[in-house]
């Protein structure tokens, strides 16, 4: 798999922090796992190391990063593909 570049990844992860910011449900469960205020989003939308846990979070399930693929018109592997090109992307997965 090839990572994105840096600039593209960070245009996903922002397209991603949007349509999570677009339910409640989903926003509700970020703000949670992320410990992020409402307030904080859109001062840390210009973190790479935020952006990376924006993109963690989505492919904690199946069904949050596929239903964010169809929202874009997008291959599910585009997020693995961004998360790849932002800090800490380069981990090896041991799975």
Known sequence: MTPMT???AEDLAVAAMIWI???AARTSAFLGASGAEPGDLRAR???PQFLAFVLDFLVMDDATVMGFADAHAIDPTDVA??????PGGNLPNWT
């Open 45 to 47: 939308v210009a973190d």
């Open 21 to 23: 910011a677009g339910d």
């Open 81 to 86: 593909r961004a998360r790849a090109g932002l």
């Open 6 to 8: 840096p600039q593209d």
